[in-house]
Nanobody, 116 residues
């Protein structure tokens, strides 16, 4: 049974930091590209960051470059999103995604709220 379980969301003040985690089970984690997406109320889901399988190349949305860092630990079947200098516009539900060829899996999401 495939599972992606996100954790680490919460309420943080502008300028603060959070680290999201997504722990996977039920599939060959190391062979999948892993991504974080987010969806704000009334908005479409958008890609935030991706780390590839293999050598682990990373890509980021322009809106988070220099503030967010995606990483993966294949020994722990876990992908992380370190979020620094958070802004109110980062408020959204953050989703973990695993993708390989035509297979894609999603987590249930974790809420991140940036507010003073």
């Amino acid at each position: 049974q495939v599972q992606l379980v996100e954790s680490g969301g919460g309420l943080v003040q502008p300028g603060g930091s959070l680290r999201l985690s997504c722990t996977a089970s039920g599939f060959a984690f190391s062979s999948y590209a892993m991504s974080w997406y987010r969806q704000a109320p009334g908005m479409e889901r958008e890609l935030v960051a991706t780390v590839t399988s293999g050598i682990g190349n990373t890509n980021y949305a322009d809106s988070v470059k220099g503030r967010f860092t995606i990483s993966r630990d294949n020994a722990k079947n876990t992908v992380y999103l370190q979020m620094n200098n958070l802004k109110p516009e980062d408020t959204a539900v953050y989703y973990c995604n695993a993708r390989r060829a035509w297979n894609a899996f999603w987590g249930q999401g974790t809420q991140v709220t940036v507010s003073s």
